[in-house]
């Protein structure tokens, strides 16, 4: 791969890389921490994921977290305003529109999201100008990209 991807994660792939040590969202966190590729979050994914683990799980999975988080050093982009989230509102709803203008604002290669219900949908993969990918399709095409 000749250039170095930027990787947008919604929460979900955060609260799934946390709790599976052995999942696509860990083996994707895996690459940027070896610098294969560059993790991009907003604080209000941060904050997301911090909420759903510490209201689902405990005090072991958040430090799991914190672990991770600075073990994989993401680059922290300014979360979207209103206006940035409402231009999504027909793609996805409401709640999600901040992941797909984090994505943009970030100037994300490409927004990787476990959500088939809101983000990962057939009207967002079609008319979102990013790709948007789940784990899997992202790790086949990640490695598709770096064989040979």
């Known amino acids: 791969m000749r250039t ?11 609260v799934a890389g946390t ?5 696509g969202s860990r083996f994707i966190l895996a690459l940027a921490k070896e610098g294969h590729i560059e993790i991009l979050a907003t604080k209000r994914i941060v904050v997301q994921t911090v909420k759903a683990l510490g209201k689902k799980y405990g005090d072991d999975e958040l430090r799991d977290f914190l672990k ?24 996805t709803h409401e709640d999600d529109c901040h992941v797909l203008a ?13 959500d088939r219900k809101h983000v990962v949908t057939e009207k967002v993969v079609a ?4 790709p948007v990918m789940t784990t899997k399709e992202f790790l086949d095409w990640f490695m598709e990209r770096t064989e040979g």
Do not use: H, Y
């Open 4 to 14: 170095k991807q930027k990787v947008f994660l919604d929460a979900c792939c955060w």
């Open 19 to 23: 709790l599976s040590r052995i999942g």
């Open 68 to 91: 991770l988080f600075s073990n994989v050093s993401p680059t922290i982009v300014e979360d979207a305003t209103d206006e940035e989230g409402a231009r999504w509102s027909d793609l």
């Open 102 to 114: 984090g994505a943009m604002k970030g100037k994300a290669d490409i927004l990787v999201s476990l």
């Open 127 to 130: 008319r979102f100008p990013i």
